[in-house]
Nanobody
Framework: QVQLVESGGQLVQAGGSLRLSCAASGRALSSYAMGWFRQAPGKEREFVAV???????????DYADSVKGRFVISRNNAKNTLYLQMNSLKPEDTGVYYC????????????????????WGQGTQVTVSS
């Protein structure tokens, strides 16, 4: 079992930056594929970013087109923590951000779906004002 707790969400002005954290307990994260999703009010939860091992301590990341070039997903396995650095924030980035984890060997494209994950955090609210 893995427990995930997100933090770092807050109100920020458009153009600003935030770093979200997802602290894991229960198991070491190094072998897990990890993802960030978000859900805006009245909308479906959507993929934001994913990181998974491609061998040893090398990880591959992928992003939704809407955040590519602005967001960076990273992980610190020693701290058992996943991060999402969000820059040049826009009002449309507003939503509840969730981290997720899985030990599956799904492809990166499969990990862009919520169904690819076994464990979820409770979410952290990000609000970007215009």
């Amino acid at each position: 079992q893995v427990q995930l707790v997100e933090s770092g969400g807050q109100l920020v002005q458009a153009g600003g930056s935030l770093r979200l954290s997802c602290a894991a307990s229960g198991r070491a994260l190094s072998s897990y594929a990890m993802g960030w999703f978000r859900q805006a009010p009245g909308k479906e939860r959507e993929f934001v970013a994913v990181t998974r091992s491609i061998g040893g301590s090398t990880y591959y990341g992928d992003y939704a087109d809407s955040v590519k070039g602005r967001f960076v997903i990273s992980r610190n396995n020693a701290k058992n923590t996943l991060y999402l650095q969000m820059n040049s924030l826009k009002p449309e980035d507003t939503g509840v951000y969730y981290c997720a984890a899985t030990l599956s060997s799904f492809s990166v494209s499969q990990l862009q779906s919520q169904a690819g994950y076994d464990y979820w955090g409770q979410g952290t609210q990000v609000t970007v004002s215009s």
